[in-house]
């Protein structure tokens, strides 16, 4: 079965860029989309944005302004990017597969403070 | 942006029954929302349990169902289990937009 694993600084401070990336394990990464999910400490989870192998995008209207997302085909990676972060974007951040989001990555805990 | 409403939280016994309910802000929720029902145990990542409304993943204990039912989405859990102690998402789609509801607690006691 397909395994995700994301990858990143665990510790950033206000005002800089998250940068993540989520390594699919097998070549269903060209057939399905890709999805970012977060989690702040005991909170819900928040969608953030899908994105194709092919590049095409679709992210959250309330963080679009801050977010991009790339691939990288060839390591069969997902990027995500979300800019000018602050205490508020602590959270667990996942990688998910697809429309129906059945495989998930481990997670990866991101934190935001000075 | 379309809120997405679940009971905070609901308690039931093992071996007892028990529906959660996922509604939209936008209206009812349909087939066109493609609801979708996670479990999430504390410390790990959420488990896909319901797609599409009705549908079930491989590993999805039988005892879980999906429906559509009075403009809602619906999750039930039947012959409840201790091991179904846990925190219950679920999903729609909405104008091109995935949107998670807040969440249900569900205590089995």
């Known amino acids: 079965q397909v395994q995700l694993r994301e990858s990143g600084p665990g510790l950033l401070k206000p005002s800089e860029t998250l940068s993540l990336m989520c390594t699919v394990s097998?070549?269903?990464?060209?057939?399905?989309?890709w999805n970012w999910v977060r989690q702040s400490p005991g909170k819900g989870l928040e969608w953030i944005g899908y994105?194709?192998?092919?590049?095409?995008?679709n992210y959250n209207p309330s963080l679009k302004s801050r977010v991009t997302m790339s691939v990288d085909t060839s390591e069969k990676q997902i990027s995500l990017h979300l800019k000018s972060v602050t205490a508020a974007d602590t959270a667990v951040y996942y990688c998910?597969?697809?429309?129906?989001?059945?495989?998930w990555g481990q997670g990866a805990l991101v934190t935001v403070s000075s | 942006q379309t809120l997405v409403t679940q009971e905070p939280s609901m308690t039931v016994s093992p071996g007892g029954t028990v529906t959660l309910t996922c509604a939209s802000s936008?209206?009812?929720?349909?087939?066109?929302?493609?609801p979708n029902w996670f479990q999430q145990k504390p410390g790990q990542p959420p488990r896909a349990l319901i797609y599409?409304?009705?549908k079930k993943h491989s590993w999805t204990p039988a005892r879980f169902s999906g429906s559509l039912l009075g403009g809602k989405a619906t999750l039930t859990l039947s012959d409840v289990q201790p091991e179904d102690e846990a925190e219950y998402y679920c999903?729609?789609?909405?104008?091109?937009?995935?949107?998670f509801g807040g969440g249900t607690k569900l205590t089995v006691l």
């Open positions: 097998d070549n269903s990464f060209v057939s399905f989309y």
């Open positions: 936008t209206g009812a929720v349909t087939s066109s929302s493609y």
């Open positions: 994105i194709y192998y092919s590049g095409a995008a």
């Open positions: 999903l729609l789609y909405s104008g091109g937009s995935q949107v």
């Open positions: 599409s409304a009705t």
């Open positions: 998910a597969r697809g429309m129906y989001f059945d495989y």
